[in-house]
């Protein structure tokens, strides 16, 4: 059972590459925050966004199923949605469900942010 302690760090307005940063336990009673900041992500064609869930400790199906659903509006958009900073825990949630073939990961923000530019 999760204490339900959930934040969501919008990225600052005007950033050449968007880093949503999340924290806590993303699960049912949490997951429609994180929903609604998705919805809110500036994606352009051919940019991309990073997700940094560094300080994320837990993650349920109702977390996957948003963060699926964040990944296929950035496709729609033409646009990519990156993850940084997964931990071993979340890294082995992801390898089992396939997840690990659809999203690309990188350890960090910067190397993410570093990456969707073409660094």
Request: hydrophobic share 45%; proline share 5%.
């Amino acid at each position: 059972m999760t204490d339900h302690t959930f934040t969501v760090n919008l990225p600052s307005a005007g950033a050449e590459v968007p880093v949503l940063r999340v924290a806590g336990d993303l699960d049912y009673h949490t997951a429609p925050r994180l929903r609604e900041a998705l919805e809110a992500l500036p994606l352009a064609s051919g940019g991309g966004a990073v997700l940094d869930v560094t300080d994320l400790n837990y993650c349920d199906s109702t977390g996957i199923t948003v963060l699926i659903a964040g990944y296929r509006r950035a496709q729609a958009a033409q646009s990519r949605i990156v993850l940084a900073g997964l931990n071993p825990d979340l890294t082995r949630v992801f390898e089992i469900t396939g997840l690990d073939q659809v999203f690309v990961f990188h350890p960090t923000a910067e190397e993410a942010v570093r990456s969707l530019r073409g660094e």
